[in-house]
């Protein structure tokens, strides 16, 4: 929960060595606008994505929960709201052999506030 919770700040959401260190090589994610995006996509363009200014709107997480699914492998789910738009997230993230936790997976569905 801590490194998902990191991937919200904007000094990691602006640093691509401290972004990259978080997700997984082989990270995919559906976006709340519907795109698929790839490790180096996200990279690349997360410091210009919401929440990446220090004085601007940033993410409020609730209702964090997770769930253990198997040894190394952690389903999270949580809503966010930033600057009026609100959504469901839900994150897998997988242990490596080094014992770091990085982001595999994530999805975010957009709802009415």
Same mark, same amino acid.
């Given at each position: %929960?801590?490194? /998902?919770? &990191?991937?919200?700040? #904007?000094? @990691?959401?602006?640093? &691509?060595?401290?972004?990259?260190? $978080?997700? +997984? *090589?082989?990270? @995919? /994610?559906?976006?709340?606008?519907?795109? &698929?995006?790839? !490790?180096? /996509?996200?990279?690349?363009? $997360? *410091?210009? %994505?919401?929440?990446?200014?220090?004085?601007?709107?940033? !993410? /409020? #997480?609730?209702?964090?929960?997770?769930? @253990?699914?198997?040894?190394?492998? @952690?389903?999270?789910? !949580? +809503?966010?709201?930033? +600057?009026?738009?609100?959504?469901?997230?839900?994150?897998?993230?997988? &242990?490596?052999?080094?014992?770091?936790?990085?982001? =595999? =997976?994530?999805?975010?569905?957009?709802?009415?506030?």
């Amino acid at each position: %929960m801590a490194a /998902e919770l &990191r991937l919200l700040e #904007p000094e @990691v959401r602006t640093s &691509r060595a401290l972004a990259g260190a $978080l997700l +997984d *090589p082989d990270f @995919v /994610e559906i976006g709340a606008s519907g795109r &698929r995006w790839t !490790y180096e /996509e996200m990279l690349a363009a $997360l *410091p210009a %994505m919401a929440g990446g200014s220090q004085d601007g709107p940033r !993410y /409020e #997480p609730s209702e964090m929960t997770g769930t @253990v699914l198997a040894p190394g492998l @952690v389903h999270l789910t !949580y +809503d966010t709201h930033i +600057d009026g738009l609100h959504a469901h997230r839900s994150s897998l993230w997988r &242990r490596h052999a080094d014992g770091t936790w990085r982001m =595999y =997976y994530h999805q975010a569905t957009p709802f009415p506030g």
